[in-house]
């Protein structure tokens, strides 16, 4: 029989790869590398840093960017549990998701809340506040609504079936801005 003799070398690396496995550190490195090495840090909960132009933090043990909307966001995302009583709420409710905008409480609080108010004797003020609120957000959005009209120069519009129609006329003049602008005013006066 002929003798077969292994004509193949073990470069260096190989070498110190069996010794690694032989001496149970198999995360060790064959090779010394020269580069690029990423400088991690350490962080935790609420540490806030920026990396590459962007700001990092964690929460909830998630690293996360910050951006300019996280206030935003956390002012329109309803909880799980009320903030106040620490019960369920139920998001798919209308009424949780509409009494939960207004006073960021379930209805059980609101309820107990409006309930104080009234034994105190100051429930028709807060009823007359909040009714203030919604005319001079419904003001707001004619005044908008209005102001939008008035500066629109576009008289060409495009209908659901694609037609572009050509809007002309009901030009609307001074006196007639200056009317609704005087009723706004008054509407923005008006007591409930």
Not at 161 to 173: C, L
């Amino acid at each position: 029989m002929k003798e077969t003799l292994l004509k193949k070398e073990f470069s260096q690396a190989d070498v110190q790869r069996l010794r690694n496995l032989v001496t149970n550190k198999q995360g060790d490195s064959t090779k010394i590398q020269v580069g690029y090495n990423k400088q991690t840090g350490d962080y935790k909960e609420g540490d806030v840093w920026e990396d590459n132009g962007k700001t990092w933090t964690i929460k909830n043990g998630i690293k996360q960017t910050v951006t300019k909307l996280d206030k935003f966001k956390s002012y329109y995302t309803m909880p799980l549990t009320c903030p106040s009583c620490n019960q369920p709420l139920h998001s798919n409710s209308p009424t949780v998701k509409k009494l939960f905008s207004i006073h960021s409480m379930c209805p059980k609080c609101v309820a107990t809340m409006e309930t104080k108010l009234k034994i105190e004797g100051k429930y028709e003020e807060y009823e007359k506040n909040i009714m203030q609120k919604n005319k001079e957000a419904m003001v707001d959005d004619f005044e908008l609504a209005v102001q939008d009209w008035l500066t629109s120069k576009n008289d060409t519009f495009v209908t659901e079936q694609g037609d572009v129609e050509n809007w002309t006329g009901g030009k609307v003049s001074e006196e007639e801005i200056k009317q609704i602008k005087e009723y706004i005013q008054k509407l923005r006066e008006a007591e409930l």
